[in-house]
């Protein structure tokens, strides 16, 4: 494992992330949108969470900026970075499949949504936040740059603290009974053993 190698793999992340994402996309807008939390405050947290997990971390692959901020590569580090990112686009793929065109960017309900409970949902609540903070992670074990490598961490950690419970908000008026059932069975980021 080499620094190159470890950006490389930074890169195809984004690169797979950017490739399961784009067909559900599509398919996703064919389906109107009943209800949504979209304003300054959405578009404020996801600007955040993108600068974080993409715009820092991609100036620094292409520039090494900030310098000041670097530390010694770690091979055995941006190896476990390799396995979790492969983690996350896994879960990713996963979590894109079992919603179908029930996904969405923001924080919408679409015409006949479904909820969801079957896959990866299963156990999980927001299994796609758990594929995020897995991105984060491996940001961090294959960047060795305090700003570029946490800056995934901070930048989606900010977005998931002051969206979650949002999220779970719109569920419960939407689904009502149903999604508190499912809440108490269920993990919000990983599931629940007990």
Known sequence: MTPTIAKTVFV???VGWYLIRVPFARKSRRTSVARNARGARETLLLSISFSGLGLVPFVYVATGFPKFAAYSFNPFQASVGVVVA???LAMFR???????????VTLEVRENHKLVTEGVYRRVRHPMYTAFWLWAIAQALLLPNLVAGLSGLIGF?????FRVAEEERLMIETFGEPYRAYMTRTGRLIPRFL
């Open 12 to 14: 195809l992340l984004a």
């Open 86 to 88: 492969l983690a996350a």
């Open 94 to 104: 996963l979590t894109h499949k079992a919603l179908g065109r029930n996904w969405s």
């Open 157 to 161: 950690g900010t977005l998931y603290l």
